[in-house]
């Protein structure tokens, strides 16, 4: 495929692809390859008004990624972008890689978690971040056709083994560690590398889910979500092993079940990364956002670090703790984020991490978890809302809790104290709809919150009990 099939001139991008830490939308509805050459040229034209001249390309597992990848690589190369394509791997790959390869930017064409008909794209710069405001600006590029022109190189090359040789020196495990780990990568990109790595560790190890298809025939590829984790589950039960490692379609989150066939929440699992933080450097901060509960900020506390919540995404995230210098950071949804790792977050390198984690424990995944106070969670709770309905059912509520005089924290969406527990509301980053959180210390204090969120939202216009979808 080359640049000639594709509009050289300006392209209005439909909005609802454009997100905060990435590009995403439904393949042929709202994306195409000629959005991704677009995209391509608009973002190889910021590199050049940079002063960048190279690029890493990779892309995930779905159906449309090799059309959509060959679509952004000839805009890159038409911009006069030299661009490197590592072709089929996770996207913390392209994060190694661009540091690896010396290069200067890297894009990953992928939706992530999304449903298989979705695709887009992650950008990474070697220097920093490219969202928000970054996104809106290559947008505006592709509407005005103010490209830049010239004829960048292409070379085509793998650099698997590379990064997994990368992964396993972080491996400190006791010689004597002999664990029995089931692993699942949902058929999602991390089945591309995820043997080669196994195959290099102690212990015994089964791969579920473990062939790349773009289909995703077996369950969708979002460890967060229980009903996504109940293969490994049923594999970690009939094997009896001391672990199941899931991870996400691009493979930079990490899902865990333990021993007992119990999967741990994205706060137990960030907690006992801060534990064992803690417990090496005292005092050391540690962040999280805002759907984080009560037991993670309560742990941190307790273990004598220092815990902050802030924005959900990826790149909020990593861009914050580069800022501050954090370093140990994650998400409700699986993100974590280690210094080690110049803070990238990678679903293979926190399973590594992880056993480490249970090499140096005195007992069982179980025994840890089992350890950690119990709060009533209401789960992950969606309203399915376009990107623009979002913002003014925020709005609206805003404008109820100020009325009120009630306090609430505004860092992203909004986080509602009542009761013994809390709520919180905030548009999706990644999908069109408002997410919902809610937790306290009793059931009747979780029936509690969610009255008055329910409250809230129908003095806003929304059916909270008609329109909500509890996410299991």
């Known amino acids: ?85 590592i072709s089929l791997v996770p996207t913390p790959a392209v994060y190694y890689a661009v540091a690896y390869l010396h290069a200067d930017a890297g894009i990953m064409i992928t939706a992530s978690h999304n449903p298989a008909q979705y695709n887009g794209c992650k950008f990474v710069l070697s220097d920093g971040l490219f969202h928000g405001s970054s996104i809106t600006d290559l947008a505006r590029i592709c509407e005005d056709g103010t490209y830049c022109s010239g004829k960048g190189v292409r070379t085509d090359r793998s650099i698997t083994r590379e990064y997994i040789t990368y992964l396993l020196s972080f491996l400190t495990v006791d010689p004597d560690f002999n664990p029995s780990i089931v692993w699942d990568p949902g058929n999602g990109a991390a089945a591309a590398v995820l043997q080669l790595l196994t195959d290099r560790l102690p212990g015994t190890h089964r791969i579920i889910c473990g062939e790349v298809d773009g289909s995703f025939p077996n369950h969708h590829p979002d460890p967060s979500l229980k009903v996504n984790m109940r293969m490994l589950q049923e594999a970690v039960r009939t094997t009896g092993a001391d672990a199941g490692i899931a991870f996400d379609g691009d493979g930079d989150r990490i899902g865990v079940v333990d021993d007992q066939a119990v999967i741990l929440s994205g706060d137990q699992l960030l907690s006992l990364y801060a534990r064992d933080l803690l417990g090496r450097r005292p005092g050391s901060t540690v962040m999280s956002e805002v759907k984080a509960g009560k037991l993670f900020y309560d ?135 408002l997410t919902i959180r809610s937790e306290a210390a009793t059931a009747a204090g979780l029936r509690e919150c969610l009255q008055d969120l329910t409250e809230k939202l129908q003095a806003a216009g929304v059916d909270y009990e008609r329109q909500k979808v509890v996410m299991d």
């Open 299 to 433: 742990e941190v506390a307790s273990c004598g670090g220092h815990a902050i919540m802030w924005k959900v995404g990826h790149t909020n995230q990593k861009e914050r703790m580069w800022r501050e210098h954090i370093p140990l950071a994650g998400e409700t949804s699986g993100h974590i984020f280690f210094e080690e790792n110049n803070g990238y977050d990678d679903g293979l390198f926190s399973a590594v991490k992880l056993l480490n984690l249970l090499s140096d424990a005195s007992g069982s995944l179980s025994d840890l978890r089992e350890r950690m106070p119990i709060y009533h969670d209401s789960g992950e709770i969606r309203i399915p809302q376009s990107t623009l309905q979002s913002s003014r059912t925020l709005e609206l509520i805003t404008e109820t809790l100020s009325r009120q005089g009630r306090p609430f924290i505004s860092i992203d969406g909004l986080r509602v104290t009542c009761a013994d527990g809390f709520w919180m509301l905030r548009a999706s980053n990644t999908q069109p709809h």
């Open 1 to 85: 495929m080359n640049s000639e099939r594709y509009e050289s001139s300006s392209r209005v991008l439909n909005p609802e692809i454009l997100k905060a830490c990435d590009v995403r939308g439904i393949v042929t509805q709202q994306l195409s390859g000629h959005d991704l050459y677009a995209i391509g040229r608009a973002f190889g034209t910021m590199l050049k008004q940079m002063g960048k001249q190279s690029c890493i390309a990779g892309y995930d597992g779905r159906e449309s990624s090799v059309s959509l990848a060959e679509a952004a690589v000839a805009g890159l190369l038409d911009a006069g972008i030299d661009v490197t394509v």
